[in-house]
């Protein structure tokens, strides 16, 4: 049974940084993309980061280009979201997930959804 698990989620300040984490589990994702996801309440789950299998190829959304980084280990099997200077509208519940299209940004690519990690960020 696949299963992902996010972690690393807390209420922080604004200007604070997060270092969030998507643990895969149940088969490997070695040739598989991973992405991020957020969702804030009353608005439909968005594009965050996605990166491909290797890692050498990476996605951002423009609300985090130059903040947010994403990186993964496959030998882990987990993928990482880095996220610098947030905002409070960074504000939301960050979803991870396997993309079947690399570092794709079309939430349709991905499967295998984790229960997600809220981040709140005050002013």
């Known amino acids: 049974q696949v299963r992902m698990v996010e972690s690393g989620g807390g209420l922080v300040q604004a200007g604070d940084s997060l270092r969030l984490s998507c643990a895969a589990s149940?088969?490997?994702?070695?040739?598989?993309?991973m992405g991020w996801f957020r969702q804030a309440p009353g608005k439909e789950r968005e594009f965050v980061a996605a990166?491909?299998?290797?890692?050498?190829?990476?996605n951002y959304a423009d609300f985090g280009k130059g903040r947010f980084i994403i990186s993964r280990e496959n030998a882990k099997n987990t993928a990482y979201l880095q996220m610098n200077s947030l905002k409070p509208e960074d504000t939301a519940v960050y979803y991870c997930g396997v993309s079947f299209g690399g570092a794709d940004y079309q939430r349709g690519s991905y499967r295998y959804w984790g229960q997600g990690t809220q981040v709140t960020v005050s002013s």
């Open positions: 990166i491909d299998s290797s890692g050498g190829i990476t």
């Open positions: 149940g088969r490997t994702f070695l040739t598989y993309g």
